[in-house]
């Protein structure tokens, strides 16, 4: 069965860090693009970074670039997000997804579609 596991959500205050880990199992994620979208409520989806683990790439939304950083440990098959320089907008809840490729700064598009169920990043004032 496949599976991607996320952990390290939590409330931080605007300013802080922290650093979000997604798990995947049932898979061997090197062929695969792997990355990060999140959902605040009531606003869209939004693509956060991507790592496409064939050639190491990685795409990163205009939003997070030079706060975020996407890099994984493929012995443990998993994938990070170290997140800086948190603000409020980026409270939302954080999915990781695989996929065959990086659309923009998501895992998607290339009909796969592995996602996990989530964890909520919350940044206060």
């Known amino acids: 069965e496949v599976q991607l596991v996320e952990s390290g959500g939590g409330l931080v205050q605007a300013g802080g860090s922290l650093r979000l880990s997604c798990t995947a199992s049932g898979f061997t994620f090197d062929d695969y693009a792997i990355g990060w979208f999140r959902q605040a409520p009531g606003k869209e989806r939004e693509g956060v970074s991507c790592?496409?683990?064939?050639?190491?790439?990685?795409f990163y939304a205009d939003s997070v670039k030079g706060r975020f950083t996407i890099s994984s440990d493929n012995a443990k098959n998993t994938v990070y997000l170290q997140m800086s320089s948190l603000k409020l907008e980026d409270t939302a809840v954080y999915y990781c997804?695989?996929?065959?490729?990086?659309?923009?700064?998501?895992?998607?598009?290339?009909?796969?579609?592995?996602r996990g169920k989530g964890t909520l990043v919350t940044v206060s004032a």
């Open positions: 997804a695989a996929d065959y490729g990086c659309l923009g700064s998501e895992a998607r598009g290339y009909g796969l579609d592995y």
């Open positions: 790592t496409r683990r064939r050639d190491g790439r990685t």
